[in-house]
């Protein structure tokens, strides 16, 4: 699966499009929306064919935090926002309207 595959299931999720995900958003609404995307990124990216591992393993580089790493050089972010943005989307899940709609987007990034 690719970011832009991941994109455009999150993009249409929230009714948005997926273009705007790789910007900074100028919103609140668009910025939720881009953490979200950031934090489908860590989860399903498989982040070893974008950015391999230099001594020809099959993990990716930054492998010791996760996918942080790759996916903040991928949106140019440093790794803390992407933590931050990680932490955030973690934070609302406790509202069940909301982990119902994570839920289906992990569901349809997973099938």
Known sequence: MTHNE??????ESFGRSPRSLYTRPKRLKNGLVRQVFVYMLV???PLAEYYPAR??????????DGNVRP???LMRLHPSGVRYMLERVEDRRDDS???????????????
Do not use: P, Y
């Open 55 to 64: 001594n020809g393993s099959t993990r990716a580089s930054g492998a010791k």
């Open 71 to 73: 996916v903040a050089r």
């Open 6 to 11: 991941i994109a455009q299931v999150v993009a």
């Open 43 to 45: 989860q399903f990216l």
């Open 97 to 111: 309207d909301f982990d119902a709609r994570l839920t289906a987007i992990e569901d349809k990034l997973a099938g």
